[in-house]
């Protein structure tokens, strides 16, 4: 029986091509970097060329796998076709595609405008969706892949001013669960990592505020900010044959955030 089990080789992504959006900085960076490390072939994807093309260079160096970079706006859809076009053309295959990019836009909702409402969405909820879309039929045609949404402990729980982004990031639950309904026939497991609270470059403006300290220290079992690498490891899972029987699921990332 002990002989049948391939153990450790289910986290082996040889061979594999990732996609990952908003991968040149913050966890999109850290899961990219996580999944060379397992083998995996990068493209990352990013609205800053220089950005795209530094991160690319050090994951490439790094880890000694292929990683290339992409630049694109993925709210719009012609140019998440081109993404998927440039990762067929480069890679050959999709296996793995990470949302990552997201922005948030704090403030009390008669401060917020709704433009910057739009903006959260446009950006959160239409680019995770588009970008899923423009891989899906190179998915469907090899019968394979695993896409990662990334969702948030806000998207299962609610905090004052943060009505934009909370409400995205349901959105983000809820369509990985009806999308991974949808491609389970074709064997494309979707799933979602909802992170706490890490140290990226999105919350660095309210990081240094005591009170946001403490209540990160209240909020959290483990009193702390999430480090980057503390990613990697759901994110290498997801995209592995380890998670071969999840599909549709939520696996949460944040230091016991959900469990107080």
Same mark, same amino acid.
């Given at each position: ?57 050090? %994951? #490439? *160096?790094?880890?000694?796998? @292929? !990683?290339?970079?992409?630049? +694109?706006? %993925? #709210? *719009?859809?012609?140019?998440? @076709? !081109?993404?998927?076009?440039? +990762? ?70 609610g905090l004052a001013n943060r009505t934009p982004y909370t409400s995205s990031k349901g959105a983000v639950v ?87």
């Amino acid at each position: 029986m002990i002989n049948s089990l391939p153990g450790i080789k289910l986290f082996d992504l040889n061979g594999k091509t990732a996609i990952v959006t908003g991968g040149s900085k913050g966890l999109g960076l850290a899961m990219a970097a996580g999944l060379a490390s397992a083998g995996a072939n990068i493209l990352i994807v990013n609205r800053t060329e220089r950005d795209g093309e530094i991160a690319a260079e050090e %994951i #490439s *160096k790094g880890f000694g796998v @292929k !990683a290339l970079s992409f630049t +694109a706006d %993925i #709210s *719009k859809e012609e140019e998440t @076709k !081109a993404m998927a076009a440039y +990762a067929m053309e480069a890679f050959g295959r999709i296996d793995i595609l990470i949302n990552s990019a997201g922005i948030n836009i704090r403030g009390a909702i008669d401060e917020v405008s709704l433009d910057d409402f739009k903006k959260v969405m446009n950006i959160n909820v239409t680019g995770t969706w588009l970008c899923s879309r423009a891989v899906v039929p190179h998915m469907k045609a090899q019968k394979s892949g695993a896409i990662i949404n990334l969702a948030s402990t806000l998207g299962v729980v609610g905090l004052a001013n943060r009505t934009p982004y909370t409400s995205s990031k349901g959105a983000v639950v809820q369509m990985t669960r009806a999308f991974g309904i949808e491609m389970a026939p074709f064997n494309i497991k979707v799933n979602a990592i909802c992170p706490g609270p890490f140290l990226t470059e999105m919350n660095i403006p309210v990081a240094d505020d005591p009170a946001t300290k403490q209540f990160i220290i209240g909020a959290t079992a483990l009193g702390r900010w999430g480090e980057l690498k503390e990613i990697q490891g759901a994110a290498i899972f997801l995209a592995s044959d380890a998670a071969s029987y999840m599909t549709g699921s939520l696996l949460t990332v944040d230091g016991g955030w959900t469990a107080k």
